[in-house]
């Protein structure tokens, strides 16, 4: 990619981002963003404490990872009366290239049989 065209990708991207407001509260989002600028969360120890105790004992959830191999045992092995919807699922997620709100909003709609 030349500078050129990510100087195009960066203008398109800023137009986007200019029309995601409703042009109504734009000027009030504007007043209240620009007034937030300086509030340091410095000034409001009380806050930083209480964020350090609501965080204490939180254990992030891992998600749990198929392998290869059990990938292929699932697609070969699985029946595919009960489990037909679920492999498609899985194809789609990993050959498909999609992201998590892509493949949760996809529908039979979007499927094109070529």
Known sequence: ??????????????????NLLPTKSRSLYDIAYNRSLYIYISKFPKLI??????GDGYQAKKSKILTKSEIDRFLSSADDKEFLTIK?????????????????NLTVDDIEDV
């Open 88 to 104: 498609v699922g899985l194809i789609l997620g990993i050959a498909g290239a999609c992201r998590t709100d892509e493949l949760v």
């Open 1 to 18: 990619m030349n500078n050129c065209e990510s100087e195009e990708i960066v203008e398109a991207a800023n137009i986007a981002i200019s």
């Open 49 to 54: 404490a209480f964020l350090k105790r609501t």
